[in-house]
Structures are given as C-alpha cells and as structure tokens.
C-alpha cells in the first residue's frame, strides 16, 4: 500500500515557467514533509520541508503548500531553470520513537526544464 | 563541512562475492538508515538504527546485514550478492526532527 502519492511522474518545463509537483497522503500521524532533490548519480538532497501546522513555507523559488485537510502538498518551482533539472521526491515522515524517524517516500517526478 | 560519507562509491562484485559497503557521518545524529535505490524508483528503507538499537525493516532479505561499532559509522554487509542486488545504496543520518541527511551513495555491480 503507497501511502505517498506523487504526481505527476515526469514533467517539461520551459526556462522561467511554474513547476508543480502535487502529492497525497493516507496516514494522518505523518507530522513533517520534506522534498528531495536528486540528481543522477547522487543522493536525494533535502530541498524544503514543511510541517503540518503551516500552510506556506517558501525558500528563494521553492515553496510548499499544505492542505491538511485534504492531505495534500504541492512544491512549486517559480522562474524554473535547466539547473532545476533532476528528479523531485516528497516524502512524508513518521515518528517511532524517541528522536526515531521513518520516511515513506512518493515514487518521484522527472522534471527536465528546457531551455 | 558535516557531511555523511559513503565509501566506496562505485563498488564491483562478483555473484555471490560478500561485499561491505560503509558510511561515516560528522554529524553526529544518534539515528542512521541504510537504503537501496534501483533505476527510477524512490530510496526503499532496508534497516536503520536508534543509537545502536537495530530495526529492520520486515522485507528486507537475510542476505543483507548491518553494523554500527560507533555513532559516526556504519556498515552494509551483502553476504551473497545476487543480480538483483545491483542498486544505488544510500546511506542517511537522522536529526530528530523528521530531517534526513543522505550520502552520495554507492553504485553496487554485480556481474
């Protein structure tokens, strides 16, 4: 059972357009949600995070936006550039214990911006 | 600057050679998680460690093993490494906030 849901699974972009990558989640414990970049050949790069007590968090041309009570959140990529190019994971993180987390993560969206 | 590395980065095996692959972390975070990533799919947990308490994730082969001598290392042990074993492996630091910190991972061939 995904309990992360990632969409789109690819997208194209031209230089200076809007990126929108949406996801949904099942699990109402989920308490903080961060994105991923990766670019190939390298490890997931924490981008931006959010928890679910804010509905905004920006940082430069990355924002998340979170509706709780639809559980669902968006990154948006605003002035999108080739360097943007990689793949975007959202990930949703449960607490186990103590300081103990686990991330389920989304299945991941190929972005590529044309330039 | 603090960092979580993977060493080595590229490693070659042959079929059913044993393989170690290791992680050190400056970081100093208590929690530490090892990942397999295959072509196009998202980073699947294959066990983490809470100080040096050990959790492994239920679908996770025998085949694969950890170790954790101290807080700033850890290692990944394939004791027989099959075909489908051929992955990224990342390996990822824990900052109790929910944040995980990944490496920049191992490319595993098996040949």
């Known amino acids: 059972q995904q309990q992360v849901k990632q969409s789109p699974q690819s997208l194209i972009v031209q230089k200076g357009g809007i990126s929108i990558i949406n996801c949904a989640y099942e699990n109402t414990a989920f308490d903080y949600f961060p994105w991923y970049q990766q670019f190939p050949g390298k490890g997931p790069a924490l981008l931006i995070a959010i928890r679910p007590d804010v509905s905004e968090k920006k940082e430069g041309r990355f924002t998340i936006s979170f509706n709780k009570s639809a559980k669902q959140f968006s990154l948006h990529i605003m002035d999108s550039q080739p360097g943007d190019s990689a793949t975007y994971f959202c990930?949703?993180?449960?607490?186990?214990?103590?300081?103990?987390?686990?991330?389920?993560f989304g299945k991941g969206t190929l972005l590529t911006v044309n330039p | 600057d603090a960092m979580v590395i993977q060493n080595p980065r590229y490693q070659v095996t042959q079929f059913g050679k044993p393989v170690t692959l290791s992680c050190s972390q400056t970081?100093?975070?208590?929690?530490m998680y090892w990942y397999q990533q295959k072509s196009s799919q998202a980073p699947k947990l294959l066990f983490h460690?809470?100080?040096?308490?050990?959790?492994n994730e239920a679908d996770t082969p025998d085949n694969f093993q950890s170790r954790r001598p101290n807080t700033s290392f850890c290692f990944l042990d394939i004791r027989s490494p099959g075909l489908g074993d051929a992955a990224m492996y990342l390996c990822?630091?824990?900052?109790?906030?929910?944040?995980?910190?990944f490496g920049p991972g191992t490319r595993l061939t098996v040949l």
């Open positions: 970081l100093n975070h208590n929690v």
């Open positions: 460690y809470y100080d040096k308490d050990f959790n």
């Open positions: 990822a630091t824990g900052s109790g906030r929910g944040e995980q910190f």
């Open positions: 990930a949703a993180s449960l607490r186990s214990g103590g300081s103990n987390y686990k991330l389920t």
